[in-house]
Each structure stands twice: as C-alpha cells, then as structure tokens.
C-alpha cells in the first residue's frame, strides 16, 4: 500500500512558479507520476519517474517548463513548474504504482486527492 498527499498549488499570473511537492508513505512505489485534469477535460499524464533509477519522462507539451525530482530518504517527489501558461491549469494529482516492469500512464494503482492550479492569462 501506498499513501500520497500532495501540496503546494495556488494561483499564479502566466510565466510564473509553482512547485508541487507529492509526500508518500508505505512501501516505497517502483514509479511515481503527476497527472492532471483540466476543467471539462479528461485526466493526462504529465511526468513520471522510476523510483530506482530516478530516470523521467515529460509529455512534449511541458518538456523544458517542467521538472519532476524525487528524494528517496524524505519521501517526497516534487514537480517544478517554470513559464506556466494558462492551459497548464487544473487539478493535479500525485500517483504511484508498485508493481515493477513498465510505467506507463494507464498503469498507476494509488492516487493522491490532488491540489489546484490556476495561471491566469
């Protein structure tokens, strides 16, 4: 089993910072992602990284804006967020998956409550 809260969201003008911070509990996941869903809109994977390796994956449209870090010892995964646009607005969500083999998007078992996002225009 694994518990995730997350923290960190707010509202924030375009171009601006957000760091989201994802604390977990439990057995240590074998990958750890931050997923988000936009008003109206389906959930999409955002990032995701293997626990072991600390190796990280982006989808395109946030890649050079967004990085994902983890630290082991503390427990805590963090999404840095730089040069944010407004349609980087929604409900993010920490997630993790236990099982060991492949990541991918569709995979994730435990989910966190998830913490807004607002960047206005």
């Known amino acids: 089993q694994v518990q995730l809260v997350e923290s960190g969201g707010g509202s924030v003008q375009a171009g601006g910072s957000l760091r989201l911070s994802c604390a977990f509990s439990?057995?240590?996941?074998?990958?750890m992602g931050w997923f988000r869903q936009a008003p109206g809109k389906k959930r999409e994977g955002v990032a995701r990284?293997?626990?072991?390796?600390?190796?990280?994956y982006d989808i395109d449209s946030v890649k050079g804006r967004f990085t994902l870090s983890r630290d082991k010892d503390d427990k805590i995964m963090y999404l840095q967020m730089n040069n944010l646009k407004p349609e980087d607005t929604g409900l993010y969500f920490c997630?993790?998956?236990?099982?060991?083999?492949?990541?991918?998007?569709?995979?994730?078992?435990?989910w966190g409550q998830g913490t807004q996002v607002t960047v206005s225009s």
């Open positions: 997630a993790a998956k236990s099982s060991t083999g492949t990541c991918s998007f569709d995979q994730f078992e435990y």
């Open positions: 439990g057995n240590t996941p074998y990958c």
């Open positions: 990284i293997f626990n072991g390796s600390g190796r990280t």
